[in-house]
C-alpha cells in the first residue's frame, strides 16, 4: 500500500502513481488507443471518407451514462471490499491486544512460559493469515518455531487454523487444571472465538470475487466504447479526437483497472493492505505486553511485486 500524507503535496501524490502497476497498465492502454485514433483520423483524410462518418455523437453520449453507472457500481463493490478487509485488520489487531492483556493478567506472574508461547503463537497466527491469504503460508516468515514445530506446519494446508488450535488446547488445558477459573476462560475464549471469525471473514473476500459474467461484461463493454469513440469523434473534431480519445479513455480504463486491482486486497499491489506490516506491528505490540521486549528480528517492509 503506498502510504502517504492526505492534503499534504499535490504534486508529490500525484508522483506516487509513477510506481504504479495499474497506472503502467492504463498509460499504455491509452498510448494504444491514441495512435489507434491517430491511424483512424490518417486514414479519414487520405482514402476521402468523411461521408461513411455521417454519426450521431448521440449514442456516445447515452452509451457513456450507462457505462458510468456499471463503472460506479464496480468501483463501490470494489472498495467495499477493499474497506471490509481493512477493518477486519483492525480489528484482528485489537482482539490480539486485548488477547495479550488477558494472557498476562490471568495467568501467574511466574508463569513466564505461557506467556512466551502465547506471544509467539498469536504473531505466528497473523504473519501466518497475512501469507495465507496470499499464494499460502511460508514457514520461514514466522518467528521462534523449534525443528518439530517446522516439520508439524509442513504435513498441514491450512497454517493459521492449526496455529489456533494450538492457542485453544494451552487456554483449554489451564481452564480443567485449575490455573484461570470459569469466567476467565470465558473471556479469553471469546477473542480467541475473534481469531477464526476475522479468518473466515478474509477468506471470505478473497474467495468471493466478483462474478465473471460481470466483470467480462464490463471489459468487453469499455473496450468497445473506446475503440468506437474515434468514429465518433472524427468529424466533429478532426486531429483533435485523438487527444480527446485518450483523456476519455483515461478516465474509463483507470476506473475499471483501479477497481480490479483492489478487488483482492491481500496481495503486494501498490494499493493492496499492508497486512504484512500490520501483523508485524501485532508482533511487536504482543511481545511488548506478555515479554516486556520487541523480537530481536528486523522487519524490513514489504515490497511490492507489481511496479514499475
Known sequence: MILYKTNDNWFGD???????????????????????AAAIEGSILLFDLHDYLQMDTTIFSLLGVILSIFLGFRTSTAY?????ARKQWGALVNNTRNMAIYVDSMWPESDTGIRRFMAKHISNFCLALAEHLRAGTKLDKLVYLAPEETAYYQTKDHIPNFIALRIFQRMAAAHREGTINEGDYINIKAQHQSLLDIL???ERIKKTPIPFSYAVYLKVFVSAYCLLLPFGLAE???????PLTMLISFALLGIE????EI???FGLDCNDL??????????????????????????QKELYEKVF
Open 14 to 36: 500525484v508522483a506516487h502513481l509513477t510506481s504504479s502497476y495499474t497506472m503502467e497498465r492504463i498509460l499504455k492502454s491509452v498510448l494504444f488507443l491514441g495512435l489507434y
Open 263 to 265: 478487488e483482492d486486497p
Open 257 to 260: 483497472l483501479m477497481g480490479e
Open 200 to 202: 473466515g471473514a478474509c
Open 236 to 242: 466533429p473534431f478532426g486531429w483533435a479526437m485523438v
Open 274 to 299: 499492508p497486512t504484512g506490516d500490520i501483523a508485524h506491528t501485532i508482533r511487536r505490540n504482543v511481545f511488548e505486553l506478555l515479554e516486556d521486549r520487541t523480537p530481536a528480528e528486523e522487519h
Open 80 to 84: 467495499d471490499r477493499w474497506w471490509e
